[in-house]
C-alpha cells in the first residue's frame, strides 16, 4: 500500500527550476511532520527542509541558501518543495517523508528523480 507519492523531478538546466510533490495517503497525515530528504549517487541521504503539520513552521538544512521552499495543503494532502536557481550539485533523487517530529520519520515514498545539467 503505497502511503507517500512523490512527481515533479526531472532534468533542468543550471539556473531552472521545479517543484516536487508529494501526495500522502497515511491516516491522520495532517498530524505529520514532513520532509523533504536527497540522495545523491555515492553519498549519503541529506535532509533538505522539513515542515510541521500546521505548515507554519519549517526547517531548512543548509544545503539550499534559500534557493528551496516546503510548504504543504492539508485539503490536497500535499507537501510541495519549490526548487529555483538550482545547480548541478542538486542533482540526486529527491524523497518525501512523514514523521512525529521533525527529527524522526517514519514513512517513505520511492522518490523522485532531479538532475540539473
Known amino acids: 500500500h503505497v502511503q507517500l507519492v512523490e512527481s515533479g523531478g526531472g532534468s533542468v538546466q543550471a539556473g531552472g527550476s521545479l517543484t516536487l510533490s508529494c501526495v500522502s495517503s497515511l491516516h491522520g497525515d495532517n498530524l505529520n511532520f514532513m520532509a523533504w530528504f536527497r540522495q545523491a549517487p555515492g553519498k549519503e541521504r541529506e535532509g533538505v527542509a522539513h515542515?510541521?503539520?500546521?505548515?507554519?513552521?519549517?526547517h531548512y538544512d543548509d544545503n539550499d541558501e534559500g534557493r528551496f521552499t516546503i510548504s504543504r495543503d492539508s485539503a490536497k494532502r500535499t507537501v510541495y518543495l519549490q526548487m529555483t536557481k538550482l545547480e548541478p550539485e542538486d542533482t540526486a533523487m529527491y524523497y518525501c517523508?512523514?514523521?512525529?517530529?521533525?527529527?524522526?520519520?517514519?514513512?517513505w515514498g520511492q522518490g523522485t528523480q532531479v538532475t540539473v545539467s
Open positions: 515542515i510541521d503539520p500546521s505548515g507554519m513552521i519549517t
Open positions: 517523508a512523514a514523521g512525529p517530529n521533525l527529527f524522526e520519520y517514519t514513512y
